[in-house]
């Protein structure tokens, strides 16, 4: 079956500097789109990025990704990280079988002053 | 838009009783799905629906979990003789259902269940 893996659980960061959030996976799938979901304190998980075309950039609120299916990874960056931006990210795997979502283990990223 | 709604928001059950916890998807989406989120074993899918009938149930344990879809506007998902094993965070998602790859599935703020 497919799997995502995040390899950092705790990712710390001062203000204003950039943050890298590592995202790979497996499948035996070709076709396959690609989800980062933020979750806030208390709160639902909610979408952040997606894509399913190789080699193109996706930004949102600041944040990129680009899906490189050459490294199986869709790691999520942003040049300047902000407080807000403290919270729970998943990288989340869809392949064209079905409509679940396969998770990643989640990287929990704090932002200090 | 309300959202997702998820009820209870909170649930303590002692060992061995029954638990139902109510999920009402966004109106209009065909596409429910339910997720556990523990910490050790993050987010992890159990089952899911599309026009109320059951797709997918791969990730159920195959024993004292159930879930249903009686009509549009609500699913359950009911667990049986609960566990301690069975403490979570349940998400409930719904989404179009518009089988392309990029469907975006919606969450609920999920039913914190504690089975002491």
């Known amino acids: 079956g497919d799997s995502v893996t995040q390899t950092e659980g705790l990712v710390t960061v001062t203000e204003g500097l950039p943050v890298k959030l590592n995202c790979t996976y497996q499948t035996t799938y070709l076709t396959i789109a690609f989800f980062w979901y933020v979750q806030y304190l208390n709160e639902a998980p909610q979408v952040l990025l997606k894509s399913s075309t190789d080699n193109k950039r996706t930004e949102h609120q600041g944040f990129h990704a680009t899906l490189h299916k050459s490294s199986s990874s869709f790691h999520l960056q942003k040049s300047s990280a902000q407080l807000s931006d403290s919270a729970l990210y998943y990288c989340?795997?869809?392949?064209?079988?079905?409509?679940?979502?396969?998770f990643g283990g989640g990287t929990r990223l704090t932002v200090r002053p | 838009n309300a959202g997702v709604i998820q009820t209870p928001r909170h649930k303590v059950t002692g060992k061995g009783q029954e638990a139902t916890l109510w999920c009402e998807p966004i109106s209009g989406h065909s596409a429910v799905f339910w997720y556990r989120q523990t910490i050790v074993q993050g987010l992890e899918f159990l089952t899911y629906f599309r026009n109320q009938a059951p797709i997918d149930d791969s990730g159920m344990p195959k024993e004292r979990f159930s879930a249903q879809m009686p009509n549009q506007s609500h699913s359950t998902l009911k667990i049986q003789s609960t566990q301690p094993q069975d403490s979570a965070v349940y998400l409930c998602?719904?989404?179009?259902?518009?089988?392309?790859?990029?469907?975006?599935?919606?969450f609920g703020p999920g039913t914190r269940l504690l089975v002491l």
């Open positions: 998602a719904s989404s179009l259902g518009s089988w392309g790859l990029q469907d975006t599935q919606y």
């Open positions: 989340a795997l869809n392949n064209n079988a079905g409509a679940k979502l396969t």
